[in-house]
């Protein structure tokens, strides 16, 4: 927002801190809306609005607003103070619904009254009405107005006192003696308005009327109705603005409050105060929660149920043994081990490129999660909602459960992706088995070398012809030692590579299940996670902004 940036740094230069409180406002506001109450966030929206639009005013005018009920005496005060009669007083009051102004130092005001929306027909410039006397500098820099009555039976009067009353810099109350304990100045108006103590005053005019050992006891009642109100320091004045009594009191106290130039200040700091205040009833205060490890891991495993994980790891283990076996074990058996299915590919996993353009899809043949592994993930998600948004306000609450959950509508397309994405390890096999492979046919070389030696030593004895010595080891010949070697040692070396394959096929599952997990934990991030960490991050924006509204 460029103006409540030029706002703000307007004022800081004027030795303020206030910049930084409507900025801070103006952030919780941003995060805040969609998440808590519009009506809430409308009303903090409209005091940014309205603090960024006075400090980009005169700062060197106070406006003070004179507000009351019918025949309070406001519009003879505002005379009193002005020392002209410009308010029609009595039944002579006009019923317009528009206030009027009086100026006293009129360089700098025209753009404040506009931004009041005071016609030019109801504005005057004092200075212009005086020779310069005392009066004329009392009350330098005041832009004061007289209010259409706030207990008027004209609808449009209710709705100018409004918006006048969040206007103005000092509010003056002006009640009867005949009616200043009606509930339609105190509910309407005074008690909503305890925040603002420092920039109001209470008049209570017409004190003329009232007998003189009563007065006190009248003046010590008002300040009993207002102390319930929570306005305790409120100053209260008895005037009569007819006879003059206690009027130049009044004047006094307008011209001192107006002098310090703080009073703009303390109306917005009071406005951003109670909008802080009242953001923050509905959004809390606590400090938000980080979701734990533990959670973490619950929903992780909860995921990684749902997407088959354990179905797929167990086929990672049985398709390596398969592999393995067929190129380690021996030769002359190993060939029926093709006759076995490869777990992997019935799951439509490990088909590489090619197999993806045969079969036309990339999505596997993993089941679906089941109704208990989905309602495992439902409880999961709502435990890390739960944990995260723990000691926050309800609709905080509300809205980290609705992000928990908004994405989970991809679950199932996500997982499968996610597997089918997922490299398992097990395209090649181990180094180990290229070199098994070679020592099992030099084994079934020998063997094969043995019995053709024997089979031509049993040729040469069925023909009787004299046979070729045989070389010996120990007592067997080599011949047969090489066949029954070959084949021993072969069927040996194919026992123990079973068991090297079980390793291996238990470490290729471990790092799959590893693999897979670290991509369903980036599913969950993606669908859970992170939805749930926008809006702990919304609340710490709205938490930190209302802190510095409230500095």
């Known amino acids: 927002m460029t103006s409540l940036l030029e706002g703000a740094k307007k004022l800081v230069t004027r030795g303020s801190d206030i910049g930084p409180r409507v900025e801070g406002l103006d952030s919780a506001v ?23 639009s006075r400090l980009r005013l005169s700062a060197e005018h106070t406006v003070v607003a004179i507000a009351g009920a019918t025949g309070s005496g406001k519009s003879s005060t505002f005379n009193a103070l002005t020392g002209l009669e410009l308010s029609a007083v009595g039944v ?3 019923t317009t619904s528009w206030a009027t102004a009086c100026v006293w130092g009129r360089e700098g005001a025209s753009e404040l009254l506009e931004w009041l929306g005071i016609p030019e027909r109801h504005q005057v410039t004092r200075d212009s009405m005086l020779d310069g006397g005392r009066e004329s500098k009392d009350l330098e820099g005041v832009v004061l107005l007289d209010l259409p009555d706030h207990d008027s039976t004209e609808v449009s009067h209710h709705l100018e006192v409004d918006r006048l009353v969040q206007l103005a810099d000092l509010l003056v109350w002006v009640l009867d003696p005949q009616k200043y304990a009606d509930a339609a100045v105190h509910d309407r108006y005074l008690k909503p308005l305890a925040a603002h103590a420092d920039v109001m005053v209470v008049v209570l005019n017409h004190i003329d009327t009232v007998p003189e050992d009563r007065r006190d006891a009248m003046v010590a009642d008002v300040r009993r109705l207002l102390d319930a109100d929570g306005l305790s320091s409120v100053p209260v ?46 959004s809390g205060a606590a400090k938000p929660q980080e979701l734990s490890r533990d959670r973490l891991e619950d929903l992780e495993n909860a995921f990684a149920d749902a997407a088959g994980v354990p179905t797929v790891v167990a086929a ?50 993993v089941p679906e999660p089941t109704r ?41 397309d996500r997982l499968d992706r996610s597997l089918a994405a997922t490299d398992l390890g097990v395209a090649k096999i181990p180094w180990w088995a290229s070199l098994v492979r070679v020592l099992q046919w030099l ?10 030696w024997l089979i031509v030593l049993a040729v040469f004895d069925y023909l009787q012809m004299r046979e070729p010595s045989t070389p010996q080891v120990g007592p067997f ?15 040996v070396l194919a026992l123990f590579c079973r068991l090297l394959v079980g390793w291996t096929a238990r470490n290729r599952a471990r790092s799959a299940d590893r693999r897979l997990r670290a991509a369903l934990r980036e599913v969950a991030d993606e669908l859970v996670v992170s939805p749930i960490e926008g809006e702990l991050v919304a609340y710490r924006q709205v938490r930190d902004g209302l802190s510095k509204a409230l500095k």
């Open 30 to 52: 941003e995060a805040a809306r969609g998440r808590l109450d519009d009506v809430v966030i409308d009303d903090a929206a409209r005091v940014v609005e309205r603090a960024a």
């Open 92 to 94: 002579r009051r006009p």
């Open 237 to 282: 004045l008895a005037v009569s603005a007819l006879h003059q009594i206690g009027t130049e009191d009044l004047k006094d106290l307008i011209a001192k409050r107006s002098a310090t130039k703080k009073i703009t200040r303390k109306r917005i700091e009071a406005d951003l105060r109670n909008a802080a205040l009242e953001l923050q009833a509905v």
């Open 316 to 365: 990672v283990e049985k398709s390596t043994r398969v592999r393995a076996n067929r190129a380690t074990g021996w030769p002359v058996t190993a060939w029926l081990s093709r006759l076995k299915p490869d777990p992997l590919k019935r799951l439509h996993l490990d088909l590489g490129a090619a197999g993806k353009e045969l079969s036309g899809t990339s999505r596997t043949s």
């Open 372 to 412: 208990v592994q989905r309602a495992r993930v439902d409880a999961a998600v709502r435990s890390a909602a739960d944990d995260a948004s723990q000691g926050l306000g309800q609709p905080w609450q509300t809205s980290v459960r609705r992000a928990s959950v908004s994405r989970l509508d991809d679950l199932n």
């Open 443 to 452: 084994l079934i070389l020998t063997a094969v070398t043995g019995a053709a």
């Open 477 to 491: 010949p080599l011949p047969a030692l090489l066949l029954v070697g070959g084949v021993a040692v072969g069927a």
